[in-house]
């Protein structure tokens, strides 16, 4: 089955204490892409990978770090999170910069910083 | 970043009623998205629009691409309970940035 996978769902954790959430796709997809869904401002771009060993900002980069050494798995860092990076993550995958009609999405990690 | 305003920002409606939500941006785009989220879950492309003026169905979905390019529209015909969830545009002008709006949460009352 094509689908983008996250891990984990849910985390808590205390301010400062680095972690990671992994994402990876079985599509053979190039491009690869994190958001952050907060109440009331919609999904908010974080990073994104056009290939891999490319990645560019997006429109909320701050406090964040990717990397993208194979082309399936696209892990988002926080390297000292803070309470305000609570939120719902979203990873996302498409076939190319050309099939803009063709974005999955993960099922999503909810992050709570205390 | 750029803003996408959607209006409105939540509606109760009859099953059986039509629904209109619009997404309006400061800047133009060259591709509109239309999204639907259930809950606890991620987002599913509904529509994709690419060219001005467009007008796309998708059964009782019908979406359609401002002449403007700075706006766009969604309409539902005939809701049924299923259509609850929060509806989402997005633009794009490069495919690796996009845009998304703040959600238009859809409720039933069957």
């Known amino acids: 089955e094509a689908q983008v996978t996250q891990n984990p769902r849910y985390l808590i954790t205390v301010t400062g204490k680095k972690l990671t959430v992994t994402c990876s796709q079985n599509?053979?997809?190039?491009?690869m892409s994190w958001y952050r869904q907060d109440p009331g401002l919609g999904l908010r771009q974080i990073y994104y990978s056009m290939n891999v060993e490319v990645t560019d900002k997006g429109d909320v980069p701050e406090g964040y770090k990717v990397s993208r050494k194979e082309k399936r798995n696209f892990p988002l860092i926080l390297e000292s999170p803070s309470p305000n990076q609570t939120s719902l993550y979203f990873c996302a995958s498409l076939p190319g910069q050309g099939y803009v009609g063709e974005q999955f999405f993960g099922p999503g990690t909810r992050l709570t910083v205390l | 970043g750029q803003q996408l305003n959607q209006s409105p920002q939540s509606m109760f409606i009859q099953e059986g009623e039509d629904v209109s939500m619009n997404c309006t941006s400061s800047?133009?785009?060259?591709?509109w998205l239309w999204y639907k989220q259930d809950p606890g879950e991620g987002p599913v492309l509904l529509i994709a629009l690419y060219k001005a003026g467009e007008l796309t169905s998708n059964g009782r979905l019908t979406a359609q691409f401002g002449i403007t390019r700075k706006d766009s529209f969604l309409n539902i015909s005939a809701s049924i309970p299923s259509d609850v969830g929060i509806y989402f545009c997005a633009g794009t002008n490069t495919g690796n940035q996009f845009y998304f709006g703040t959600g238009t949460s859809l409720t039933v009352i069957p």
């Open positions: 800047s133009i785009f060259n591709t």
């Open positions: 599509m053979n997809h190039e491009y």
